[in-house]
């Protein structure tokens, strides 16, 4: 089967630079000068800006490059967010070639083999698309996932509009607070927004981080209510938290204006399971605590939704869950340790110290007993 050129596309926070990538989505990527990708599917070719990484001083023998973190590299690890096996990248990337190898109508068939790492929004999707291939075998590539997600859409849409609409009422009754100006003013912008929101067809035009910045620039005067109004913008549904913004996105186009493809649609079903490194303490919010005693191996999604959330602003949406799944992820560590799989002498009290790390920044509310 014909590749196309290779391409080059930023990957994540990391410091990486770039990644060549071989592209098979004929339709849409060939020849096209991509510069931004989803940071997910590929594996990291060179880094940039070790030297700018800093070390804790209480651990500098603990130093380590996020990427370099060795717990997510082995098989089956519980995410300490929601609890489901991760992929580690090699797994992933065994995946990704079956699909290289393969035509569209074959792609259901192999993710069916992958599904039980598939993240719970992916799931739900797959388990849509699978529904909806059985209700119409007269689709002209049987099995085909772009053709199933189209179908899905006309049923999906309407769910995610309502969601939507919800989150500008609660914004509506905001402004009912404001000083007329500023009512005036957001009232405006929402009347706008609520026009995108209603719109149908191939390409919905509501895009959610342009509308969070229009958002964050209209002047409020009452810092709480400025910073309510964020909050509520932040809480639009994604395509990584509902699973009908997952399939309304990926039946729509992509940032060239262009159909996702199947085999696209094949990759992102799974690329959210790849595990990924995380930071107790956030990185962006306090640096300099680059080493083991401050990472946890998570789903690159789960990593996404955490975002910079202080530690228990995180733990606390949703403390039964995180209890159970904290505890499974470093059960799984300490017995890859124990085992003498890890042979990195460094990594000999890393539950230990990862642990005390929570127990630290939860300034002791949480309390993980092996």
């Avoid at 973190?69 to 797994?91: E, H, S, Y």
């Avoid at 992933?92 to 992958?114: C, G, H, T, V």
């Avoid at 400025?226 to 509902?242: E, G, M, R, V, W």
């Avoid at 733990?315 to 085992?339: P, Q, T, V």
């Amino acid at each position: 089967m014909k590749i196309a050129p290779l391409q080059t596309a930023k990957i994540n926070n990391y410091g990486i630079n770039s990644v060549n990538l071989p592209c098979k989505n004929k339709q849409n990527q060939i020849n096209k000068n991509i510069t931004e990708l989803p940071n997910t599917y590929y594996m990291p070719v060179s880094f940039t800006g070790r030297e700018n990484r800093t070390y804790s001083t209480d651990n500098q023998d603990l130093f380590e490059i996020p990427s370099d973190f060795q717990i997510g590299k082995f098989k089956d690890v519980p995410c300490p967010a929601c609890g489901r096996k991760m992929l580690n990248k090699d797994m992933f990337l065994r995946f990704k070639k079956e699909i290289d190898a393969s035509e569209p109508q074959e792609y259901m068939s192999i993710l069916e083999r992958w599904q039980d790492y598939m993240m719970p929004v992916e799931l739900k999707a797959f388990e849509d698309i699978k529904q909806c291939a059985k209700e119409h075998p007269e689709m002209s590539v049987p099995n085909d996932l772009r053709t199933s997600l189209v179908i899905l859409r006309n049923s999906k849409l309407p769910q995610l509009q309502a969601v939507q609409m919800k989150r500008v009422k609660k914004m509506r009754s905001l402004a009912r607070t404001l000083p007329e100006e500023e009512k005036v003013v957001l009232n405006s912008k929402l009347d706008k927004l609520q026009k995108i929101i209603k719109k149908t067809g191939e390409e919905s035009p509501f895009r959610r981080k342009i509308m969070i910045d229009k958002i964050s620039k209209i002047k409020i005067s009452n810092p709480n209510k400025y910073k309510k109004l964020q909050t509520i913008a932040a809480s639009f549904p994604t395509s990584n938290d509902i699973h009908s913004a997952w399939i309304v996105k990926y039946s729509g186009k992509n940032k060239l204006g262009e159909d996702w493809s199947s085999y696209d649609i094949a990759l992102r079903l799974l690329a959210s399971s790849v595990a990924n490194t995380d930071h107790i303490r956030a990185y962006s919010t306090d640096p300099g605590h680059d080493d083991i005693s401050n990472y946890m191996s998570m789903h690159t999604g789960c990593n996404t939704r955490k975002s910079n959330k202080p530690f228990l602003q995180w733990y606390y949406e949703d403390k039964n869950l995180r209890n159970k799944s904290l505890k499974a992820y470093f059960e799984k560590a300490d017995e890859i340790i124990s085992s003498g799989e890890l042979s990195s002498p460094k990594y000999r009290d890393y539950v230990a110290k990862a642990t005390q790390t929570i127990f630290e920044v939860s300034k002791g509310k949480v309390n993980i007993k092996l």
